[in-house]
T-cell receptor
Framework: SQQGEEDPQALSIQEGENATMNCSYK?????LQWYRQNSGRGLVHLIL?????REKHSGRLRVTLDTSKKSSSLLITASRAADTASYFC??????????FGEGTQLTVNP | DSGVTQTPKHLITATGQRVTLRCSPR?????VYWYQQSLDQGLQFLIQ???????AKGNILERFSAQQFPDLHSELNLSSLELGDSALYFC????????????FGNGTRLTVT
């Protein structure tokens, strides 16, 4: 089974709205990363948050991490049609591999 | 462009056959990872190499094998192919350990008929 589980599985919003995706995981982590995948393409790294960090920003992206609840969220503000993609969280538990969740499919309607 | 090159982009082959997927990591990256992405299993970690040595193994079948060569490129060999092996196979690279972000290639889409 996957270490990370994203919620919701699919999200459809209008351009300009904010999109929030959540990730829950089961075991202690060293860090958590978020990736984006456009259809049929390779994953692109968005942001990495370490286990001792609570919040991180990068442009229109904001990631939070709550290790007590074993959860993270990715917020995309002022979404654009080009943000349409699948978003995955990935956890580093052993220092030797990243385990990916099943992803959230985000659709931003123009 | 991630700097990771995977060839071929598409591969169609028959059951029972053997194929080789090739990956050139981003310049300067020492670690190479292989992942399999299918609709029913999601993104599954197969294996990691660091500077030519196997470093971590995931759910890689015995019919699959990989290696990383002295020039750091890697190959994933899939043999005795089954219909269920049809998937996107991604290679990713990183500078060092997995704490670093992974840089993914655009994958090889394998179709087994």
């Amino acid at each position: 089974s996957q270490q990370g589980e994203e919620d919701p599985q699919a999200l459809s919003i209008q351009e300009g709205e904010n999109a929030t995706m959540n990730c829950s995981y089961k075991t202690s982590i060293n860090n958590l990363q978020w990736y984006r995948q456009n259809s049929g393409r390779g994953l692109v790294h968005l942001i990495l948050i370490r286990s001792n960090e609570r919040e991180k920003h990068s442009g229109r992206l904001r990631v939070t991490l709550d290790t007590s609840k074993k959860s993270s969220s990715l917020l995309i503000t002022a979404s654009r049609a080009a943000d349409t993609a699948s978003y995955f969280c990935a956890t580093d538990t052993s220092g030797s591999r990243l385990t990916f969740g099943e992803g959230t499919q985000l659709t931003v309607n123009p | 462009d991630s700097g990771v090159t995977q060839t071929p982009k598409h591969l169609i082959t028959a059951t029972g056959q053997r194929v080789t997927l090739r990956c050139s990591p981003r310049s300067g990256d020492l670690s190479v990872y292989w992942y399999q992405q299918s609709l029913d299993q999601g993104l599954q970690f197969l294996i990691q190499y660091y500077n030519g040595e196997e470093r971590a193994k995931g759910n890689i079948l015995e019919r699959f094998s990989a290696q990383q060569f002295p020039d750091l490129h890697s190959e994933l060999n899939l043999s005795s192919l089954e219909l269920g092996d049809s998937a996107l196979y991604f290679c990713a690279s990183s500078v060092d350990r997995v704490l670093s972000p992974l840089h993914f290639g655009n994958g090889t889409r394998l179709t087994v008929t």
